[in-house]
């Protein structure tokens, strides 16, 4: 299979080097096209590109997917895919610009370079080319998993928008300490800091201009540094039970 990458950050390269494919590269900096064709054994093409391939898979910024699905379906003769981390708009604009072709959208949950992981799936079309990019990902040691777009991207509000938010709360409002001081909670929110902290700002950025989830952390906290004895003791409460129902619900879809 032919397959076109585009975006040749290190989401687009794990692409490459995941699935089983003759991978060309296109992106935005012909440089970086070039040198992820380099490292993975496939070559670079200009970002407008003319030819066709057997499939083509987005790996692009959140704000720019719906224009790259519009740009780069006249370039999929089989099968159009993203990895971008949002899945409504862009599950739409490939029905809309790729009507009668194989489609899929797959979100990745980690970063590359923590691969093997979980990764969320809308088989939106499949088809051979399609079932061929979900098997090798799979043979990688990923747990894949089916969603829809609208479970997909309201789920991410929570484990990706208020995740997020919450952490560069602490990481702002934190006094520096003694390595002594900190308690197993604090040292736990110490290195979540860490990991949020070493990304780029504007993946960042996007998440939460794409997901809501920010302004509820801070009307939580809001709740939290305003309570009083008993209100206080409520919301405790309601976190333990809310604690409870998640862990629950992760245990039933481990037993699965």
């Known amino acids: 299979m ?10 687009g390269r794990w692409v490459a080097e995941t699935v089983d494919a003759e991978v060309a590269f296109a992106d935005a ?13 496939g070559r670079h093409v200009p970002a407008d590109t003319d030819e066709t391939f057997d499939a083509v898979c987005l790996a692009v910024p959140i704000s720019a997917a719906e224009e790259a699905v519009a740009t780069y379906a006249p370039r999929a003769e089989r099968a159009i895919c993203d990895v971008t981390g949002v899945m409504e708009p862009v599950v739409s ?40 990019i979900r098997s ?34 602490f990481a702002l409002a934190a006094d520096d300490v003694r390595e002594e001081f900190h308690t197993p909670v604090s040292a736990g929110l110490a290195d979540l800091v860490e990991t949020v902290t070493g990304g780029t700002p504007r993946v960042y950025r996007e998440i939460q201009e794409t997901f809501e989830g920010a302004d509820r952390v801070a009307e939580a ?6 309570a009083d004895g008993e209100t206080f003791d409520a ?10 129902s998640d862990a629950d619900a992760t245990q039933g879809g481990e037993a699965e």
Do not use: K
Not at 2 to 11: C, H, K, P, Q, T
Not at 29 to 41: G, L, N, Q, R
């Open 2 to 11: 032919e397959l076109l990458v585009v975006g040749a950050g290190s989401m």
């Open 29 to 41: 900096d012909p440089s970086v096209a070039a040198s992820a064709a380099s490292a993975h054994d």
């Open 93 to 132: 604009a490939m029905r809309t610009h790729f009507p009668d072709g194989e489609r899929l959208s797959l979100h990745p949950l980690f970063a590359p370079e923590n691969a093997p992981g979980r990764v969320a799936v809308v088989e939106d079309a499949p088809g051979p080319a399609t079932d061929a």
């Open 136 to 169: 090798a990902i799979d043979a990688a040691g990923n747990h894949l998993f089916d969603t829809t777009p609208a479970e997909h991207d309201e789920a991410m509000g929570t484990v990706q928008a208020s995740t997020h938010a919450a952490v560069l709360a």
């Open 221 to 226: 906290a809001a709740a939290v540094a305003d």
């Open 235 to 244: 919301l405790y409460r309601e976190a333990s039970v809310r604690a409870e």
